[in-house]
């Protein structure tokens, strides 16, 4: 820059100073002890000095901190060294006190003989600048403080997929730090696969860059570290834009979520096992049972479906306690896992329920194999802490698709199967069929015939068949047998008592038996009838439901009825258990004065020792000893054999189902006294039992 020397001063010249008049920039000339020579007009605008108020001071007065030499000392320094120095950015204070950031250039002015005699500077505002400046240096800032400190792991790429930056969290997830892993592919730091499959999962960085869209992480990714280790993960991946909307890169932010995942698959695992066993529970057995049914329609072929029940598992609880039976069971469905193949499921379904899904089966036989192998499991012996326990399990099952083709169906079915296997003894494995279905539907109506019936106190009524002293040749008494008139048809005990029995009625039932035939009593007596002994039937669930004695003892009292003349007659069979509960009972009722006879006596477990314990009367001879008791040896010593015994324990005995007189008469010989039976009379009418009753000479004419 030309300036003339000639007024001792760096005036510009004309044509030079017209075009700093022009510019924007404030300029000013200094000599080489920076004293101002000369200010150009932008120079008042922006400071707010007039040429003459600036004039002489050296520049100092201008910097907002004029004793930051290092400022001025760079001031100086740009100025000597470079000829074209870089711009340089000094804070600047205006006469009013405001201050303002400047970017100055300066440049050193010589004379036409290269000697320096002062500088030039040009000052620009650039507060805006400034503030944008700062407003992005804190923006990122406040990003990176973000990134640092969010629990959320993040990796940034460049617009090729390239890693630029992971924030600590991702550097942990990974096994990566920012600096290895800047420039690597993000498939090889962020390397995620199915947690099921463990195939590769698709990138979603690569979505996200190629088609510009947010792309969410599939459902259990795994991430694996660079050291080995593994997180399941959950989150997304999205495109990095600039100004113009180009992608310049992508972000992947992504969370830990192995606890959760974790806490999920725990809460699922207890929603579907069940916790004694750890055997899939009821809902996770419906859930495989519809799947296989889907299974084997697609592939059209059968599979079978098994309902398995612990014969008589109570008594374990009961005799054993419940922590004993617990390990039963858990045992158990350890043996049966063990017995099955492994696409079989073992279910447990509660209490000493279990169930089984044989799938891929050729024929029946392989299901029956199955079944049966599971038999053996359960029926070798348990052995927990020194105490040996034998068990039986009955098993029903239904095979799709010849019994059943929706879960609705072979699940009724094979519990119809195993209803049915119940029914007939236990301990066996049985296959539906349909006339296993019928019997269940008969069942079903008749219990919601025998409700109808109960409430109406309508269809119900007593036969009695008397019971004949052979030495008096006269009835002592009359046993009462149930009847039920239902659909123009009259049924016989058989047909309603189980059910009466398996779904409680029996309670109510025998409740109106014993009230009715103790009256019948009343009214015989009253009519003075000789009787001395009123047989009932009663059922062991009856005798043991609430207040059954104190019942009974006021149904005696109310029609004045010695209790000694009511025998109460309890099937063998149901006696099996002696347990507490019914020998209590029985004691009472023999404090009550009431008797107790033992029916079909020599058909259940004839384990004698229970008459020990057992407050007994009679023993009732069953009618099937006497049926061959003539012409077969066996039968014959049975019969004298429980003659005997009665009479060394000093019991009555009853022989029941008397059909001939050759029977009559052996039995007299062999020391029977009391019988009944067709040769007498059947069950009967109280108006025809009356002549049994009333004669000296009761004997019909044969
Ligand atoms: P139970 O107590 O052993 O009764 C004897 C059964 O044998 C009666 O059958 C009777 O009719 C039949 N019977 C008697 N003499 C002869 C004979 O000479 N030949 C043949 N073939 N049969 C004879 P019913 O009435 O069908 O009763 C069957 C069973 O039902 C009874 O066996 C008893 O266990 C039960 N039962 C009857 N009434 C009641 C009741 O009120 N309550 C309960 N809980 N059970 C009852
Ligand atoms: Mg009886
Ligand atoms: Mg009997």
Redesign the pocket.
């Known amino acids: 820059m030309a300036v003339k020397k000639s007024m001792g001063s760096l005036q510009p010249d004309f044509e030079h100073q017209f075009i700093l008049h022009a510019l924007g920039d404030a300029v000013i000339a200094t000599d080489l002890d920076r004293r101002i020579l000369w200010t150009n007009p932008a120079f008042s605008r922006l400071f707010g000095y007039s040429p003459e108020e600036a004039l002489s001071q050296t520049t100092s007065f201008l910097y907002a901190n004029p004793g930051n030499y290092e400022e001025q000392g760079r001031f100086r320094y740009n100025l000597e060294a470079a000829p074209d120095p870089h711009p340089y950015d000094m804070l600047y204070r205006k006469k009013e006190g405001g201050t303002f950031w400047g970017e100055a250039r300066g440049a050193t002015v010589t004379n036409r003989k290269g000697e320096r005699i002062g500088f030039m500077v040009a000052i620009r505002d650039i507060t805006r600048r400034k503030d944008l400046l700062h407003a992005l240096h804190t923006e990122k800032d406040r990003w990176f403080v973000t990134l640092k400190s969010i629990g959320d792991a993040v990796i940034t790429t460049d617009e090729h997929g390239r890693v630029v930056y992971l924030n600590p969290v991702a550097e942990h997830l990974t096994g990566w730090t920012t600096d290895a892993a800047r420039d690597q592919p993000v498939e090889a730091v962020f390397r995620i696969v199915n947690e099921h499959t463990r195939a590769t999962a698709d990138n979603p960085v690569e979505r996200a860059l190629s088609e510009g869209v947010i792309v969410g992480l599939a459902n259990h990714t795994l991430l694996l570290s660079r050291d080995g280790r593994e997180f399941s993960i959950e989150d997304s991946a999205a495109p990095i834009r600039d100004d113009e909307g180009r992608i310049r890169g992508c972000v992947i932010v992504f969370r830990d979520v192995t606890e959760k995942r974790r806490l999920e698959q725990r809460i699922a695992h207890q929603a579907n096992t069940d916790a004694l066993t750890n055997l899939p529970n009821r809902h996770l057995f419906q859930d495989r049972l519809s799947r296989t049914i889907a299974r084997s329609r697609r592939s059209e072929k059968s599979f079978a479906l098994l309902y398995l029940d612990v014969d008589h598992f109570k008594n374990v609880n009961d005799r054993l306690g419940h922590p004993f039976g617990d390990r039963i069971l858990v045992e158990l469905g350890r043996r049966f896992e063990s017995a099955l193949r492994k696409a079989d499921t073992v279910a447990r379904l509660g209490g000493d329920e279990f169930a089984v899904i044989l799938e891929n089966l050729s024929d029946r036989t392989e299901a029956l194999t199955l079944g049966q192998r599971l038999m053996n499991e359960a029926a070798a012996s348990f052995r927990i802490d020194g105490s040996r326990v034998d068990l039986t399990v009955s098993v029903g099952v239904a095979l799709y698709p010849d019994d059943g083709t929706d879960m609705a169906t072979l699940v009724r079915n094979a519990d119809i199967a195993l209803f049915q296997v119940k029914r007939e003894g236990r301990n066996n494995i049985q296959f539906f069929s349909e006339e296993m279905n019928r019997i269940v539907q008969d069942r079903l109506a008749i219990e919601a015939d025998l409700r109808e019936s109960l409430e109406e106190k309508n269809g119900f009524f007593?036969?009695y068949?008397p019971i004949i002293d052979l030495g008096r040749s006269q009835a002592v008494g009359v046993?009462?047998?149930?009847r039920w008139r239902h659909r123009l048809r009259v049924r016989?005990?058989?047909e309603f008592?189980p059910v009466a029995e398996e779904t409680g009625l029996?309670v109510p039932?025998?409740q109106w038996?014993l009230q009715t035939a103790i009256g019948q009593a009343r009214s015989w007596l009253d009519r003075g009838f000789s009787l001395s002994r009123m047989a009932?039937?009663?059922?062991v669930k009856?005798i043991h439901s609430d207040h059954f004695v104190e019942e009974l003892g006021s149904l005696l009292t109310e029609h004045r009825i010695d209790p000694s003349l009511l025998e109460l007659?309890i099937?063998e069979g149901t006696l099996l258990f002696r347990d507490h509960h019914t020998l209590e009972t029985l004691k009472s009722l023999r404090n009550l004065g009431v008797r107790i006879s033992i029916?079909?006596f020599g058909t259940g477990y004839s384990a004698l020792n229970y008459l020990r314990h057992f407050p007994v009367n009679t023993l009732?001879i069953?009618?099937s000893f006497l049926n061959d008791m003539l012409s077969n040896h066996y039968d014959q010593a049975i019969v004298r054999a429980i003659l005997t015994l009665g009479q060394s324990l000093s019991l009555d005995t009853v022989a029941?189902?008397?059909?001939e007189e050759d029977q009559a008469r052996f039995l007299k010989e062999n020391g029977c006294s009391l019988v009944?039976?067709?040769?007498y009379s059947?069950?009967v009418s109280p108006e025809r039992i009356e002549p049994f009753l009333s004669g000296p000479d009761p004997m019909p004419p044969t």
């Open positions: 007593l036969l068949q046993e009462a047998l149930l016989l005990p058989e008592i029996i039932l025998g038996v009932v039937n009663v059922a009856q007659e099937t029916d079909d009732k069953d009618r029941e189902g008397v059909e009944q039976g067709y040769f059947q069950a």
